[in-house]
């Protein structure tokens, strides 16, 4: 499959992709600036032994529980972030419900440390700094209650925010418009596969003809860009050649696409038999295939076709149940890259022109183009 296959389809609708793009981008830039602005501030606490636990022993071992207890700094942040506590603290301030509207409370402790870090965040800087400074006095104040060794006590006092931390304008544009970007494209080979799936399958990802088995022109000329570049570089022969097939009946029917067809599968498959591992078969046209030899000289491609010839002048076979047999017959010409200067079209014409001098001999000669003049060689006995 090609890469160059997308960006055709992309090229042939490119016009979608800024129609889906600029109004994702629009309504995104809408959405996060219709959302409100969010501060937050935070302040911490360190849980430590009481104050009047002045005996070393029960302070050293008080300060040896907090360490092992992680349930007690547990319990301290859970009871920070505490629906009760935000109550109270809504009741100390005297808020408004509309003041509360936002409001977020969040608590954790620091690992490896006796430290909780208490987190407000809320519609309006001022309102978010003493809510926070509200619930850690509400804090401190309920875990006095709770054990009589540990308490709670404020270490950093919450600031008023001075910038928003929501919603993050770069980001949300920046995802905005890769998501545009994506819904574009996503868009275009929709479009594409739901207007010609088939023409996709077999124009842009198939590399495989469907009527016959070989491989399409575009692949094979994209091989033979390949091979040419490898024999100019590695300085070793290869061969080109051109296989005309028609087929001959005993009635009067007159030529079809499908008998066509089904006279190169037949030629494709006697092919088949006589090519190497690395040599590509492809249909270059309605009735020629296209066969690339690396690494083989033209003398030893003409010889090569000789022997195909040969086996596909004894063809006979049957075509839909009728009466009578069609018999196959095949034209040769044969290009050998050489001439390490020349261009892909050059050396595709020089075979062309081996084939048109094969079928307009029609005496079954395999014709070589090969420095820069034809040779002929095998008759068939046909």
Not at 86 to 98: G, I, K, M, T, Y
Not at 130 to 144: L, N, P, Q, W
Not at 165 to 180: E, H, M, Q, R, S
Not at 299 to 326: C, L, P, T, W
């Amino acid at each position: 499959m090609e890469i160059k296959a997308y960006f055709r389809i992309l090229a042939r609708r490119w016009w979608i992709i800024p129609c889906i793009f600029i109004p994702t981008l629009l309504a995104t830039v809408y959405w996060t600036y219709q959302q409100p602005l969010v501060y937050e501030t935070v302040s911490t606490f360190i849980i430590r032994p009481r104050s009047e636990l002045v005996v070393d022993d029960e302070f050293v071992r008080a300060l040896d529980m907090v360490s092992r207890r992680v349930e007690i700094n547990t319990t301290f942040a859970e009871v920070a972030s505490s629906q009760l506590i935000e109550n109270l603290a809504a009741e100390r301030l005297q808020l408004s419900p509309e003041q509360l509207k936002g409001i977020h409370v969040s608590a954790r402790v620091i690992g490896g440390t006796n430290l909780m870090e208490l987190t407000v965040q809320g519609r309006d800087p001022f309102v978010v700094a003493d809510f926070a400074g509200a619930v850690g006095i509400e804090t401190v104040k309920y875990v006095s209650n709770l054990y009589d060794v540990f308490e709670l006590e404020p270490l950093d006092e919450a600031l008023i925010p001075k910038d928003p931390v929501k919603p993050i304008f770069a980001f949300n544009i920046g995802l905005g418009a890769f998501l545009g970007l994506a819904l574009g494209i996503g868009v275009v080979f929709l479009v594409q596969y739901i207007q010609a799936p088939h023409d996709i399958e077999m124009e842009y990802f198939n590399i495989i003809d469907r009527d016959t088995g070989a491989f399409n022109k575009s692949y094979f000329l994209l091989r033979l860009w390949q091979e040419m570049s490898r024999a100019k570089r590695n300085k070793y022969p290869l061969s080109l050649g051109l296989i005309k097939i028609e087929y001959i009946n005993s009635g009067n029917d007159l030529p079809s696409s499908s008998n066509q067809a089904e006279a190169l599968r037949r030629a494709k498959i006697l092919t088949e038999k006589i090519l190497r591992e690395e040599d590509i078969l492809a249909r270059f046209d309605t009735d020629i295939l296209a066969l690339l030899l690396p690494d083989m000289s033209g003398e030893k491609a003409r010889s090569v076709m000789e022997n195909f010839m040969s086996e596909i002048s004894a063809i006979a076979y049957d075509v839909g149940g009728q009466d009578h047999k069609f018999y196959l017959k095949s034209s040769v010409g044969v290009a050998s890259y050489q001439n390490y200067l020349l261009k892909q079209d050059q050396f595709l014409q020089q075979a062309i022109q081996a084939l048109e001098s094969a079928n307009i001999g029609s005496n079954g000669e395999v014709i070589l183009f090969s420095n820069n003049h034809f040779q002929k060689a095998f008759k068939s006995s046909n």
